[in-house]
T-cell receptor, first 113, second 116 residues
Framework: EAQVTQNPRYLITVTGKKLTVTCSQN?????MSWYRQDPGLGLRQIYY???????DKGDVPEGYKVSRKEKRNFPLILESPSPNQTSLYFC????????????FGPGTRLTVT | KNQVEQSPQSLIILEGKNCTLQ??????????LRWYKQDTGRGPVSLTI?????NTKSNGRYTATLDADTKQSSLHITASQLSDSASYIC???????????????FGRGTQLTVWP
């Protein structure tokens, strides 16, 4: 089944404790992207990747890191999480770039205390 | 500044009625515009995509229109059903030197509630 998976689905952590949210797709898509969604603000793009070893900033990249060492994986790294990073995070992928239909993962709900 | 504005913020309609959601954007240069449906707590699902040269696109009971001159789009839902209750998000992709890259601009969505 074609899908985008994210892990963990739920995470509660403390300020400053490094964490990684994994994202994996099995559709051989070139494009992958991370978003955060907050009440009243909608979805905002954090980082995106056009292909392996090619990443770029979105709207709100501060406090986040990404890497794309393999085509199927695009992990989101929070080196020192803060409470303002409490949010619902979505990973998505598409065939080549943002003009193609994006397939979203199920979301990761992160709480930083 | 590239922005996407949606209206209304929320809307309540009765089952079987029609409704129209609006999207205005300032993203330039423009590549394409997509409407997504998002159920609470789930990832968005694409409904339609339109490029500069397309005026209208349908997907079942959903019909999207685009006026690239005025930078406006609308999503019309016909004969609404209870399952249409969701957030509808307008997303615009800019172009760069004639190519679409990776950047996307999202509206904040219209929360639609359909009552029986």
């Amino acid at each position: 089944e074609a899908q985008v998976t994210q892990n963990p689905r739920y995470l509660i952590t403390v300020t400053g404790k490094k964490l990684t949210v994994t994202c994996s797709q099995n559709m051989n898509h070139e494009y992958m992207s991370w978003y955060r969604q907050d009440p009243g603000l909608g979805l905002r793009q954090i980082y995106y990747s056009m292909n392996v070893e090619v990443t770029d900033k979105g709207d709100v990249p501060e406090g986040y890191k990404v890497s794309r060492k393999e085509k199927r994986n695009f992990p989101l790294i929070l080196e020192s999480p803060s409470p303002n990073q409490t949010s619902l995070y979505f990973c998505a992928s598409s065939y080549r770039d943002s003009s193609y239909e994006q397939y979203f993962g199920p979301g990761t709900r992160l709480t930083v205390t | 500044k590239n922005q996407v504005e949606q209206s209304p913020q929320s809307l309540i309609i009765l089952e079987g009625k029609n409704c129209t959601l609006q999207c205005n954007y300032t993203v330039s240069p423009f590549s394409n515009l997509r409407w997504y449906k998002q159920d609470t707590g789930r990832g968005p699902v694409s409904l339609t995509i339109m490029t500069f040269s397309e005026n209208t696109k349908s997907n079942g009971r959903y019909t999207a229109t685009l006026d690239a001159d005025t930078k406006q789009s609308s999503l019309h839902i016909t004969a609404s059903q209870l399952s249409d209750s969701a957030s509808y998000i307008c997303v615009v992709s800019p172009s760069y030197r004639g190519s679409t890259l990776g950047r996307l601009y999202f509206g904040r969505g219209t929360q639609l509630t359909v009552w029986p």
